[in-house]
């Protein structure tokens, strides 16, 4: 079954600090994995998009990587602002199908 | 200004009384979805469009319609909500073959 996971279902970290959020996924066959964010009360934005052949890939102060050996894929925050309070949504893509897996998401808390 | 456009919001319906949540979309895309969001269960797929009168199901399409006569208008029908559909509602959209979704806003929707 293809499924999508995510840790930890919430954080709470101090502005200024890093995070990394986690996505193992058994999705097959896997075409391409995006991270989306989700302020509250708002539709998900994308902010990566990773294939089967990159292993990372920057947006400012987020870092995605992605292992396709081990289905897993982090998304790390540098310095920390306010602004990134949301929520954080891992989604992978089926290969030759219009079908997309839905993490549950990360509810990421930034204290000033 | 490129978007995907719901409405309404907000609404509060009592059970049994048909009701309609529109999404339209400017940018010319093919494929249009929707989704509900539900705490602790992420978004969820309920139906979806690759063209013009072409609608197949998601994930949980139970108590839902759909219709696409149009590229741009993909509504949702609730033709008796019940209490188990209070949920937040996002309507989705993107070009065929890509996977980067542009959602929108989001409708709440509370059925007593």
């Known amino acids: 079954k293809n499924q999508v996971e995510q840790s930890p279902q919430s954080l709470i970290i101090l502005e200024g600090k890093n995070c990394t959020l986690q996505c193992n996924y058994t999705v097959s066959p896997f075409s391409n994995l995006r991270w989306y964010k989700q302020d509250t009360g708002r539709g998900p934005v994308s902010l990566t998009i990773?294939?089967?052949?990159?292993n990372t890939k920057s947006n400012g102060r987020y870092t995605a990587t992605l292992d396709a050996d081990t289905k897993q894929s982090s998304l790390h925050i540098t310095a920390s602002q306010l602004s990134d309070s949301a929520s954080y949504i891992c989604?992978?893509?089926?290969?030759?199908?219009?079908?997309?897996?839905f993490g549950q998401g990360t509810r990421l808390t930034i204290n000033p | 200004e490129a978007q995907v456009t719901q409405n309404p919001r907000y609404l509060i319906t009592v059970t049994g009384k048909k009701l309609t949540v529109t999404c339209s979309q400017n940018?010319?895309?093919?494929?249009m979805s929707w989704y509900r969001q539900d705490p602790g269960l992420g978004l969820r797929q309920i139906y979806y469009?690759?063209?013009?009168?072409?609608?197949d199901k998601g994930d949980v399409p139970e108590g839902y319609k759909v219709s696409r006569k149009e590229k741009r208008n993909f509504p949702l029908i609730l033709e008796s909500p019940s209490p188990n559909q209070t949920s937040l509602y996002f309507c989705a959209s993107t070009y065929s073959g890509a996977n980067v979704l542009t959602f929108g806003a989001g409708s709440r929707l509370t059925v007593l």
């Open positions: 940018m010319n895309h093919e494929y």
């Open positions: 469009s690759m063209n013009v009168e072409v609608t």
């Open positions: 990773m294939t089967f052949s990159e």
């Open positions: 989604v992978v893509s089926v290969r030759g199908a219009q079908k997309l897996v």
